[in-house]
């Protein structure tokens, strides 16, 4: 087993591709625990994942993708050729981003999936050359570097998406109310840091704000008005949380026009002042940090 990090190697953060190319025996893998994503690609042979009690058997060619796995591992038969890349979920939330396919990829990546690679030749050539240009990147780190990884998993995650079939033309057979409430949701994943009002996205989509209201209450049972507030906290709660920002400057990133207004904000849609709240991440991030387990990122 050869291993590549694609960042520091003791950084929570990091990135881990392994390819695993037909050993003579059956081997097991311990893989992902806490916030991490897995992605296997399955070319040659066969192999079983165990996640939470689920086992999921994987005959090549094939790829298949876990969110936020827990206590997973991996059995892989004698002979067996198989990618395995562990994605943190703060590269995976940079790469989905605040672009109007955002909504789209959150979808898509929010659940266990798995793609038959038969007669994905342009997808399984991607997959190759896309891992092989971060573990490159890694290998020579220029300016920049960080930003083209992202990058780069952001390309990975729309290739597998369109091949997975979350497509327009797929949306086209969707009703009207379907189509309008995945329009709002791109509409709010490219644009909730101008915090728009109601009405604003019901004109951009062409329909009133009471039956703007009317979707969103009946499918997602919250007005639209929570829905926006919410996103905002989220993205809040990650710059809290991941990001070097004061919150000063966060507020700012987040389009409030004074720190006041974020700090009334935030603690109306948590009950916490952001400063209480990032100071209560900080003292669980150590108390973890003192009992981290070991993983398939800490293999020699």
């Given at each position: 087993m050869r291993k590549h990090p694609l960042q520091n190697e003791h950084s929570q953060n990091s990135v881990h591709i392994s390819l695993h190319r037909g050993g003579l025996q059956r081997r097991v893998f311990p893989l992902a625990t806490g916030d991490q994503s897995i992605l296997l690609t399955v070319m040659d042979g066969t192999a079983v994942l165990h996640n939470d009690g689920i086992e999921t058997a994987l005959q090549a060619p094939v790829l298949h993708w876990v969110p936020k796995a827990s206590n997973a591992r991996l059995v892989v038969e004698a002979g067996t050729a198989v990618e395995i890349v562990l994605l943190p979920e703060e590269t995976l939330l940079r790469a989905i981003g605040d672009f109007s396919i955002s909504a789209d990829l959150h979808a898509t990546f929010n659940r266990a999936l798995s793609i038959n690679l038969e007669h994905q030749q342009n997808l399984k050539s991607l997959i190759s050359s896309t891992l092989n240009y971060i573990q490159r990147e890694e290998n020579q780190p220029q300016m920049g570097s960080d930003m083209m990884i992202v990058a780069h998993v952001r390309l990975l995650l729309v290739s597998i998406?369109?091949?997975?079939?979350?497509?327009?033309?797929?949306?086209?057979?969707?009703?009207?109310?379907?189509?309008?409430?995945?329009?709002?949701?791109?509409?709010?994943?490219?644009?909730?840091?101008?915090?728009?009002?109601?009405?604003?996205?019901?004109?951009?989509?062409?329909?009133?704000?009471?039956?703007?209201?009317?979707?969103?209450?009946?499918?997602?049972?919250?007005?639209?008005?929570?829905?926006?507030?919410?996103?905002?906290?989220?993205?809040?709660?990650?710059?809290?949380?991941?990001?070097?920002?004061?919150?000063?400057?966060?507020?700012?990133?987040?389009?409030?026009?004074?720190?006041?207004?974020?700090?009334?904000?935030?603690?109306?849609?948590?009950?916490?002042?952001?400063?209480?709240?990032?100071?209560?991440?900080?003292?669980?991030?150590?108390?973890?940090?003192?009992?981290?387990?070991?993983?398939?990122?800490?293999?020699?």
């Amino acid at each position: 087993m050869r291993k590549h990090p694609l960042q520091n190697e003791h950084s929570q953060n990091s990135v881990h591709i392994s390819l695993h190319r037909g050993g003579l025996q059956r081997r097991v893998f311990p893989l992902a625990t806490g916030d991490q994503s897995i992605l296997l690609t399955v070319m040659d042979g066969t192999a079983v994942l165990h996640n939470d009690g689920i086992e999921t058997a994987l005959q090549a060619p094939v790829l298949h993708w876990v969110p936020k796995a827990s206590n997973a591992r991996l059995v892989v038969e004698a002979g067996t050729a198989v990618e395995i890349v562990l994605l943190p979920e703060e590269t995976l939330l940079r790469a989905i981003g605040d672009f109007s396919i955002s909504a789209d990829l959150h979808a898509t990546f929010n659940r266990a999936l798995s793609i038959n690679l038969e007669h994905q030749q342009n997808l399984k050539s991607l997959i190759s050359s896309t891992l092989n240009y971060i573990q490159r990147e890694e290998n020579q780190p220029q300016m920049g570097s960080d930003m083209m990884i992202v990058a780069h998993v952001r390309l990975l995650l729309v290739s597998i998406m369109r091949a997975y079939g979350i497509t327009d033309r797929e949306m086209g057979g969707l009703g009207s109310n379907a189509r309008g409430l995945q329009r709002f949701r791109q509409l709010l994943e490219a644009n909730f840091r101008r915090h728009w009002t109601v009405s604003a996205y019901a004109d951009q989509l062409g329909m009133s704000p009471d039956r703007l209201h009317a979707i969103c209450t009946r499918d997602l049972g919250k007005p639209p008005k929570a829905l926006i507030d919410e996103r905002v906290a989220r993205e809040a709660s990650r710059g809290l949380e991941r990001s070097s920002l004061s919150i000063e400057q966060l507020a700012y990133s987040l389009g409030f026009r004074e720190p006041a207004y974020f700090n009334q904000f935030f603690k109306r849609l948590t009950g916490i002042p952001p400063g209480r709240y990032r100071k209560m991440l900080q003292a669980r991030d150590q108390a973890d940090a003192r009992f981290a387990p070991a993983t398939f990122a800490d293999w020699p």
